[in-house]
């Protein structure tokens, strides 16, 4: 099992804690978060993974990744 480092779950929580202000600028789009700030948007999780990696030079899963919802989306 890989360990969860420290940083990765204080930038999800940054996320989680600042949802309403990503709405605003990142509705329906996904976001790679590191150290406390938007590092890459888009709309496709793959390209938001694969240039956050490379900006990054960090492995795509040690890099949080979440999905901004403007609150329309019916599943």
Do not use: C
Not at 30 to 54: H, L, P, Q, T
């Amino acid at each position: 099992m890989m360990e969860i480092q420290k940083n990765f779950l204080e930038d999800i929580k940054w996320g989680l804690d600042n949802y309403k202000n990503l709405q605003l600028k990142f509705r329906d789009l996904w976001v790679a978060i590191m150290n406390r700030e938007v590092i890459v948007a888009g709309e496709s999780i793959k390209y938001v993974e694969e240039k956050a990696s490379r900006l990054t030079g960090k492995k795509k899963e040690e890099i949080p990744v979440i999905f901004v919802e403007s609150g329309a989306h019916v599943f």
